[in-house]
């Protein structure tokens, strides 16, 4: 595959690797546009917001690799506020939203997390949502994929909570939810590393093992149309 759009670096203060050794694994696996997501600064340890101003000063293209700057930001607080101004989020090349713990907004349980969730989602920059399926801080994920059909952002299936020590029934149903809605209504979706040191850049293959038990194949995913990627976040 292509693309990877969610990973990141020792900037994020919990990630082993730098964005040139990430770039470097995702040549060796044929990655073409890789997304640098760096955790928002609501996650202790990471970067500040000084950091995103200064994306423009880094190679857009790191041996053959298209570096797409972006964020995974986080909701800080009931009125699903996040930790990055809109005048920040306009100048990356993705905004990925997220629930994260210890940033500022407590878990409320399924029902009011998924307000929440849905009103962060108003943000006009917000075009993707990170492992919306996770079992820490629960939602309903049938409105949350509605939600996201409704306001054209993109889902990823989050290659991250296949590993071993991540894996839960409830989380893969949820997952399976979550595709069965986007495939009926002819929606595409994305495989993402999450990659946090640069071995995991573009290794899919956790995913890919469960392709018939998810009912998952390539023509369901962007992840080998780079020019649908680009189109999608407005890219040029």
């Excluded at 607080?77 to 306009?90: A, H, V």
């Excluded at 962060?120 to 994929?145: E, G, S």
Aim: overall charge neutral; some cysteine.
């Amino acid at each position: 595959m292509k693309v990877d759009l969610h990973t990141h670096t020792i900037a994020s203060g919990h990630a082993w690797g730098t964005l040139f050794e990430n770039a470097q694994e995702a040549k060796k696996q044929g990655i073409e546009l890789l997304g640098l997501t760096e955790h928002g600064p609501a996650v202790l340890g990471s970067v500040t917001k000084n950091y995103f101003n200064a994306t423009k000063r880094v190679p857009q293209n790191i041996n053959g690799v298209r570096i797409l700057f972006g964020v995974e930001t986080n909701i800080i607080d009931e009125q699903g506020n996040l930790d990055l101004e809109n005048k920040i989020l306009e100048k990356l090349d993705i905004v990925i939203l997220g629930f994260h713990y210890n940033c500022g907004y407590v878990d409320q349980g399924i029902e009011k997390n998924t307000r929440v969730l849905i009103r962060a989602m108003h943000n006009p920059y917000v075009k993707m949502l990170a492992h919306p399926y996770r079992t820490v801080m629960k939602i309903d994920i049938k409105k949350i994929t509605k939600e996201a059909i409704k306001k054209n952002i993109l889902l990823e299936i989050n290659a991250s909570c296949f590993s071993e020590h991540k894996i839960k029934v409830e989380k893969i149903e949820g997952i399976k939810t979550m595709i069965k809605i986007l495939k009926n209504n002819n929606q595409k979706m994305v495989i993402s590393s999450d990659a946090h040191n640069p071995y995991e850049v573009g290794n899919f293959s956790n995913v890919v093992a469960k392709f018939d038990e998810l009912d998952l194949s390539e023509d369901d995913l962007l992840n080998n149309d780079p020019g649908a990627i680009l189109k999608f976040f407005n890219i040029s």
